[in-house]
């Protein structure tokens, strides 16, 4: 059974109005009460309808960023630990493209982890789930890979650090970091980014470059379908949305880049194509015309977020 499957079967026998007041609280905490530390799901029902509010959107956005990431690191990875694991959706994103051995999941939250448990059943056998505050409790392992997604926008400011250098430490090589594509989801993702850079380590992707970070709001997006309950839930038309978000891969060896990387949609004109691109010195707008050949084709089929490893200048 697929996992929207399962978050359905969980809700059934909940009134459509019941889903909806636990809705709109969960997105009341998540305005209001983000980056506080405070718990923003406080009941089993919470959990669930916060997976179906979520966990689609939380799935891709990971998926998306690692197969970003993985273009540029060839190294083996074969275990996982995740801080924060709450529905599952970044275990599962992360397993599906590397197909992991043994992934240790940690959550402070009883309701999120009954939830987490329940969609990650399918790869039970190498998922060990823990109870654990990561701004006050020890990882005592270490793994090929530390994710924190949708996570350090929680906690707050001093916290965020402590947990930087807790994962940086459970790290055998790499992390990855996920969050809102937000501005402020943003500003959390960079701090990380420069925090980790400091301590020796080098940018996967997105970013071409350890350099300073020259955007002012860089993130990416996926498109999510919603599912029918998502669409009554939210009192939504469309049959998708766009999930905005921001990462970034940090790698402790590793230091392989692209050379650019597509920061926003391109504008495809008559003849031409405007490209915004994060290179390795700078943040620029390029316009690729039918007359550059080889270079506007393959300019063509770009998106948001791909990277560039044409190196001619226009
Ligand atoms: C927005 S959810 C992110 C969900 C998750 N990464 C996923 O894949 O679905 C944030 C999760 O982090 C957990 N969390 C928040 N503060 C935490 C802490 N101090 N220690 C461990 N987990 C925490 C929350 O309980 C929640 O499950």
Redesign the pocket.
Known sequence: MDCITKVEEMLEGYTLNRLREVANKISYN?LNESGT?N???NDELS?KV??SM??PA??NA?LSSLKYSLEYYNKDINTLI????????????IDNLINLKEITA????DH??GV?KTLTEDIAEKVNWHK??????EISISADIV?????L???NPN?RIK?LDKIWEASKDLILI?DTGTPTGFSVVLEARNYLINKGGNVVAPCPHNDRCKSLWCHFVTRVNRSKLHKLIKEAEAPYEDEKYSFVCISKSFNDQCYSRVTRHPIIGKGHIELELCSKDKLEKIVVSKKDGEFYKKGRKLRAGDSFDERKSI
């Open positions: 998540y530390g718990s923003l799901i959990a916060y997976a979520r966990f939380t799935y990971c995740d801080i924060g694991s709450g529905t599952g959706a970044t275990i599962l994103a940690f959550e402070i939250n999120m982890m987490g654990l505050d990561i701004t006050k409790d994710s924190v997604s949708y996570v926008n929680e906690l916290d947990v996920v």
